[in-house]
């Protein structure tokens, strides 16, 4: 079952600005990749030492730091102290239960996303938190693990100098990590699309139990993904209109683009909503028509039988004095009746199309 509400109830009592992790622990370490590169060069290195890739990082080129695990909470908070984050957003990084939201703090931007992919063995959703923090040089991403991120033709972009990323600054690299997310979400919407089509087919060809739990299981998903989806638009918005020094008038265009694709998902995640709750209708319809349809086959067997019984009960009556009793053709009379009868009722039935 997916789960709704995160566990918050370890920061009881906590004073604010506490580096707790707070949600379901992914991985044991924590590993930190720096990618440092400008137009000409690039540099990568991994470590699970935040003070060795901090001592890494060049001022005079874009430096890309992703950190993918979260329960050594000393390390990240040694690299966010160093590069003067505030104790409340390392607080809210370590918290993966946030809502996707944007926060304008002096020195560098925090954003909070949902990194959706599809389960292959499955075919539900996963997610997990990524955080962003954007400064005049610098990009940090926090990932929960690094397994199942969206980052490799990222990473190989840079590699190879393919496109304009290495010619930009931090703030491109940070539309293209959001980016990334973004059209991570038509992955999972086609998945769902899929999976939408064959609960379909089955509730046109012979729906069951399992069918009401698909369309169960579907729509608590798009109720998940509503719920990640709506809050990005306003984070996009904000980045859309520039409203801070880190990010370039030239990167408006982009990052328009990419609140046009949030718009587009927004759309299609309504859509299938839409059409999910008419297959819980068509279902329920379904279910009430097999239910008449049985009513109906046996309301005509009962009519049929009533006269019958109706016969069989007069003459299964004790009186001496009923004169067919003594009829010698009494008996197959009586069974050529109620056969006429049956048959009459019949006819009737099918000329009436009620069988």
Not at 67 to 76: A, N, R
Not at 330 to 335: D, E, R
């Amino acid at each position: 079952m997916t789960p709704y509400v995160h566990p918050h109830s370890k920061k009881a009592g906590m004073p604010p600005g506490m580096f707790i992790h707070v949600g379901v622990k992914r991985t044991e370490g924590t590993i930190l990749e720096l990618f440092s590169y400008d137009s000409g060069t690039v540099r990568e290195h991994s470590s699970a030492d935040a003070d060795e890739i901090i001592s890494l990082v060049n001022p005079a080129a874009v430096n890309w730091i992703n950190v993918s695990g979260l329960s050594q909470t000393e390390t990240v908070g040694r690299l966010c102290e160093h590069f003067g984050v505030h104790p409340l957003t390392i607080e809210d990084i370590l918290n993966t239960g946030q809502r996707p939201k944007i926060e304008d703090h002096e020195g560098y931007l925090f954003i909070s996303l949902k990194m959706l992919y599809p389960d292959e063995s499955g075919g539900k959703i996963l997610y997990e938190q990524v955080s962003l923090i954007l400064s005049d040089h610098l990009v940090i991403t926090f990932q929960e693990e690094a397994k199942n991120d969206v980052f490799d033709q990222l990473r190989e972009r840079i590699r190879t100098a393919k496109g304009r990323i290495r010619g930009q600054g931090p703030d491109y690299l940070a539309y293209s990590i959001i980016d990334a997310v973004v059209d991570q979400y038509y992955v999972v919407l086609e998945r769902i699309g899929e999976r939408i089509e064959a609960v379909e087919e089955l509730l046109v060809q012979n729906p069951t139990r399992e069918t009401l739990g698909d369309i169960h299981s579907l729509k608590n998903e798009m109720l998940l993904l509503r719920r990640f989806i709506w809050p990005l638009r306003e984070v996009i918005a904000f980045l859309e209109r520039a409203e801070t020094d880190l990010i370039t008038d030239g990167m408006m265009i982009y990052f328009r683009d990419v609140y046009d694709h949030t718009i587009q998902v927004i759309d299609t995640t309504e859509l299938y909503r839409d059409i999910i709750s008419g297959m819980l209708d068509t279902y329920l319809s379904s279910l009430s028509n097999r239910m008449n349809e049985v009513m109906k086959v046996l309301t005509v067997f009962a009519s049929i039988f009533i006269p019958l019984t109706f016969i069989v009960g007069i003459y299964g009556m004790n009186f001496d004095y009923m004169p067919e009793l003594r009829w010698h053709w009494g008996y197959p009379a009586l069974w050529v009746v109620m056969l006429a009868v049956v048959v009459s009722m019949f006819v009737y039935f099918r000329k009436k199309r009620w069988i």
